[in-house]
């Protein structure tokens, strides 16, 4: 059984460019939860993902948009980078309606 | 609106002593109450988690104890390891029907010395 993976490891882009992040969920998990952790703070939740489609939406502007995939994998892409986008992306999987979230490692995005 | 807050900010611990982190919850509709640990560069794990219908939880050295009526649990860490320093965050979640979504503490930075 394979946990949640996360890519790339660590990116850094340029203010106004976009981005896209990539997630690949545990075995047999169908939902993914994007959170964004800023530097010294709790994750905080951006949205959800099942069936291919958004469940719930955190308090995040329109330029943060995902993607799910049939074999449950998920992309995040921000549009318009700010320096505030600067923080850790981290991807949770997990079955849908069960509480359990398991997370990946994460990706680091430096906007400069 | 910060519906979980976390203290103490930082903890420092000798070894073999026991570690005490404290939250407190606003929304009374909260029913998963998990603790993750994290690593510096790594994601968070799940430690342990509880349901509000249970006073305690014990899973090895790490114990919660829940309040239902004051809003607030806590996570004890029995006889804490050096290799227990790492920044643990308390959540809440809300099984909505559109899936669950964890609230997180801000965390807590637990130093255990040799």
């Known amino acids: 059984e394979t946990g949640v993976t996360q890519s790339p490891t660590h990116l850094i882009k340029t203010r106004g460019q976009q981005v896209t992040l990539r997630c690949s969920s545990q075995s047999g998990h169908n939902t993914v939860s994007w959170y964004q952790q800023a530097l010294g703070q709790g994750p905080q939740f951006i949205f959800q993902y099942y069936r291919e489609e958004e469940n719930g939406r955190g308090n995040f502007p329109p330029r943060f948009s995902g993607l799910q995939f049939p074999n449950y994998s998920s992309e995040l892409n921000v549009n318009a980078l700010e320096l505030d986008d600067s923080a850790l992306y981290l991807c949770a999987s997990s079955l849908w309606r069960l509480d359990t979230q398991y997370f990946g490692p994460g990706t680091r995005l430096t906007v400069l | 609106q910060q519906q979980v807050k976390q203290s103490p900010q930082s903890l420092i611990v000798q070894k073999g002593g026991i570690s005490i982190i404290n939250c407190a919850y606003e929304?009374?509709?909260?029913?998963?109450f998990p603790w993750y640990q994290q690593f510096p560069g790594k994601g968070p794990a799940l430690l342990i988690a509880i349901r509000p219908d249970v006073s305690e939880k014990k899973e090895g050295r790490f114990t919660i104890s829940f309040n239902k009526s004051a809003k607030q649990f806590s996570l004890h860490i029995m006889d804490s390891q050096p290799g227990d320093s790492a920044t643990y965050f308390c959540?809440?979640?809300?099984?909505?029907?559109?899936?669950?979504?964890?609230?997180f503490g801000e965390g807590t930075q637990l130093t255990v010395n040799p």
């Open positions: 929304n009374t509709a909260f029913d998963y």
């Open positions: 959540a809440a979640s809300l099984r909505e029907t559109s899936g669950s979504r964890l609230t």
